[in-house]
């Protein structure tokens, strides 16, 4: 098990900025690719943006290239989620969710999940 614990989440206005953090416990962090993915009210659960477990690699959902920025520190079991220039559009509960082996974007490949944290943009 890789227990994630979500934080950071909040009320902003368009335009404005948030930064999500994801701690992990139990097995070396490290051996992890990370992903977020987020899910709108009525909406599917759909990939944000995913880390390699060295952070040398990202991708990202075309919706939030140039406005989100992952990252991760190893050494605190830490990923985080910069996100700019926020949208009514970007709300949702975001989770992070954790993965052994390569950076991937479908969902049903993660084995690890968070409890979410709530994000609201706004208008």
């Known amino acids: 098990q890789v227990p994630l614990v979500e934080s950071g989440g909040g009320l902003v206005q368009t335009g404005g900025s948030l930064r999500l953090s994801c701690a992990a416990s139990?097995?070396?962090?490290?051996?992890?690719?990370m992903g977020w993915f987020r899910q709108a009210p009525g909406k599917e659960r759909e990939f944000v943006v995913a880390i390699s477990w060295s952070g040398g690699v990202t991708r990202y959902a075309d919706s939030v290239k140039g406005r989100f920025t992952i990252s991760r520190d190893n050494a605190k079991n830490t990923v985080y989620l910069q996100m700019n220039s926020l949208k009514p559009d970007d709300t949702a509960v975001y989770y992070c969710?954790?993965?052994?082996?390569?950076?991937?974007?479908?969902?049903?490949?993660?084995?690890?999940w968070g409890q979410g944290t709530q994000v609201t943009v706004s208008s």
């Open positions: 969710a954790a993965r052994s082996g390569p950076l991937v974007a479908t969902m049903a490949s993660y084995d690890y």
């Open positions: 139990g097995r070396p962090f490290s051996n992890y690719a």
